[in-house]
């Protein structure tokens, strides 16, 4: 038998002799082939249950079983990565298109009160003009800064501040 080749069971009673005149006989040969093939068999099964046995195998199973569990879940961590980034990419693009109507309403809203000030504007009889208007907050506002600076210098606005100030 050659070194490194694994002798099986199974090769052993099928191995085949040839055949000489004066020789073994072969059906003694043969039951002792199917005898040894037996015994040799039960001798690897033993190996096998003494190996599985050891703190070496079970500590190799434990990380077999561990690095199986750890592959497991990573694959699935990684799947709920794509499957949260899909639903990103999803929300993101809602998002702008929610942006969109925003903008979309916000320019009718805009052009609606325009439209609506243009006809108030239009229906009052005696309404002042753009013009007539901006006239007449100019003044007043001149007038209000005239007040304010007379008050301030008759004393009135310390007053004023000083109530703005408490409150």
């Not at 080749?5 to 040969?29: A, M, N, W």
């Not at 007539?132 to 009135?156: A, L, P």
């Not at 310390?158 to 100030?165: A, F, I, L, P, R």
């Amino acid at each position: 038998m050659k070194e490194g080749k694994k002798l099986k069971p199974q090769e052993i009673r099928t191995k085949e002799f040839s055949k000489k005149l004066f020789g073994y006989d072969p059906d003694e040969v043969e039951a002792f082939l199917i005898e040894v093939a037996n015994a040799y068999q039960d001798l690897l099964k033993e190996i096998e249950s003494l190996k599985r046995s050891t703190p070496e195998y079970k500590t190799e199973e434990l990380v077999e079983k561990a690095r199986k569990r750890i592959e497991e879940i990573l694959h699935k961590k990684l799947e709920e990565k794509e499957e949260l980034e899909r639903q990103k990419k999803e929300l993101e693009i809602e998002i702008e298109k929610l942006k969109l109507v925003q903008k979309q309403i916000f320019d009718k809203l805009k052009l609606t009160i325009f439209d609506m000030t243009r006809i108030i504007e239009e229906i009052r009889p005696n309404a002042p003009s753009k013009e007539e208007r901006r006239g007449n907050r100019d003044r007043s506002e001149s007038s209000t800064q005239s007040f304010s600076q007379q008050d301030r210098e008759s004393g009135g606005g310390e007053t004023e501040d000083k109530s703005n100030s408490a409150s």
